[in-house]
């Protein structure tokens, strides 16, 4: 089975930056895309970015200019580089993985558990 273990939320103050990182470990052969999606207080999950295997990314309007999304193939790892934090970006942070593809043949998708991002003064 295929685990995502993410890392780095916590609270920091607006203007400040964190970094997220999210490690998927198992029998994986690839993985076509990684990235973030986000959930606010009473809000639905949005795609924050992504970035496939051959490092094409996408951001969501929001946070272009402040996030750099970054991939480690060689250890399905992503990274989600936050800057400029704003209380608006505080949400439960999912990381996935789209299109897994495992040992035996199997495509699917995975989730991460959730990072919790607070910003706030």
């Known amino acids: 089975q295929v685990q995502l273990v993410e890392s780095g939320g916590g609270l920091v103050h607006p203007g400040g930056s964190l970094r997220l990182s999210c490690a998927a470990t198992?029998?994986?052969?690839?993985?076509?895309?990684m990235g973030w999606y986000r959930q606010g207080p009473g809000k639905l999950r949005n795609l924050v970015a992504d970035?496939?295997?051959?490092?094409?990314?996408n951001y969501a309007v929001s946070v272009k200019g402040r996030f750099t999304i970054s991939r480690d193939n060689a250890n399905n790892t992503v990274y989600l580089q936050m800057n400029s934090l704003k209380p608006e970006d505080t949400a439960v942070y999912y990381c996935f993985a789209d299109r897994t593809r495992l040992i035996g043949g199997v495509l699917t998708d995975f989730w991460g558990q959730g990072t919790q991002v607070t910003v706030s003064a």
């Open positions: 970035i496939t295997s051959d490092g094409r990314t």
């Open positions: 198992g029998s994986i052969v690839s993985i076509y895309a």
